[in-house]
């Protein structure tokens, strides 16, 4: 799957606040991944409903299927606190799992044609509809992260 990365001021105040947060209370830990997991929930639903507005004609049904396949994460490391918004193409049935990344190609892919092994197709996605929407809100999700490192850290200072 494609990445994007988003990067800026709050990158080294997240490290500061990783390192911190190693004797911190276990809960003020939970609250600060809820709190990512919060900022992160409006990107990955722009995600999705980028994929579910792809053109079909078939029904849409390969669309809803990548769409569940989105999901955020979040971990804390000494080397900084990372949130990840991803499309999980082991999320897909069985003998999809790469059109996640596919549909996102500005190449497209080939396929057999079903019932005719010997017949290909060329067939594209949506190319961007897996960046666009982060990179369109990395500024969004920037203040919220920086607003719950904000709170954290007001916390450890008491």
């Not at 490290?15 to 990512?36: G, H, I, Q």
Request: zero cysteines; charged letters at 25%; a positive charge.
């Amino acid at each position: 799957m494609a990445e994007a990365v988003v990067t800026g001021p709050g990158v080294p105040e997240m490290k500061l606040l990783a390192e911190r947060l190693k004797e911190a209370d276990p809960v003020l830990k939970r609250e600060l991944r809820r709190n990512f997991k919060d900022a992160a929930e409006p990107v990955a639903g722009d995600v999705q409903q980028s994929i579910l507005l792809m053109p079909s004609k078939h029904g849409g049904t390969l669309r809803r299927e990548v769409a569940k396949t989105v999901t955020v994460r979040t971990s804390f490391a000494s080397s900084g606190v990372r949130v990840t918004v991803e499309s999980l193409g082991q999320k897909m049935p069985p003998g999809k799992q790469t059109l996640p990344h596919h549909l996102d190609s500005p190449k497209g892919w080939n396929h057999p044609v079903f019932g005719h092994r010997r017949t290909w197709r060329h067939q594209m996605g949506k190319p961007g509809w897996f960046e666009v929407p982060i990179t369109q809100n990395a500024r969004q999700f920037r203040d919220a992260a920086l607003a719950a490192i904000d709170a954290v850290e007001r916390e450890l200072g008491a």
